[in-house]
């Protein structure tokens, strides 16, 4: 499975953006998708994470109210809405396929990133 992350930006505080991670080969697999963020300096963390079916979501704290996940199955494609951004956002965002969980040992495929920079 090949994940390309699209979406990042510049953008002001209290800005919006939305981020895309489209899947392709072996997609025909049930993954649950992730987003995490790795801030420069820090370790990679969490985000959100929805599972295949029926949609189940979960949230670190620092996302929720904030952001929202979801995915379109029959397009492959999972979306992270971020709405209310803080400076604090500004972080290279992953998306990933694996297991639904919080941990990034439960993710097997990984994407390349998207850099999101907000502006205070």
């Known amino acids: 499975v090949q994940l390309q992350a699209s979406g990042g930006g510049l953008v002001q505080a209290g800005g919006s953006l939305r981020l895309s991670c489209v899947a392709s080969?072996?997609?025909?697999?049930?993954?649950?998708m992730g987003w995490f963020r790795q801030a420069p300096g820090k370790e990679r963390d969490f985000v959100a994470a929805?599972?295949?079916?029926?949609?189940?979501?979960t949230y670190a704290d620092s996302a929720k109210g904030r952001f929202t996940i979801s995915r379109d199955n029959a397009k492959n494609t999972v979306y992270l809405q971020m709405n209310s951004l803080k400076p604090e956002d500004t972080a290279l965002y992953y998306c990933?396929?694996?297991?639904?969980?919080?941990?990034?040992?439960?993710?097997?495929?990984w994407g390349q990133g998207t850099q999101v920079t907000v502006s205070s």
């Open positions: 929805i599972s295949w079916s029926p949609g189940t979501t």
């Open positions: 990933a396929a694996g297991g639904y969980r919080r941990i990034e040992t439960a993710y097997t495929y």
């Open positions: 080969g072996r997609t025909s697999s049930n993954y649950a």
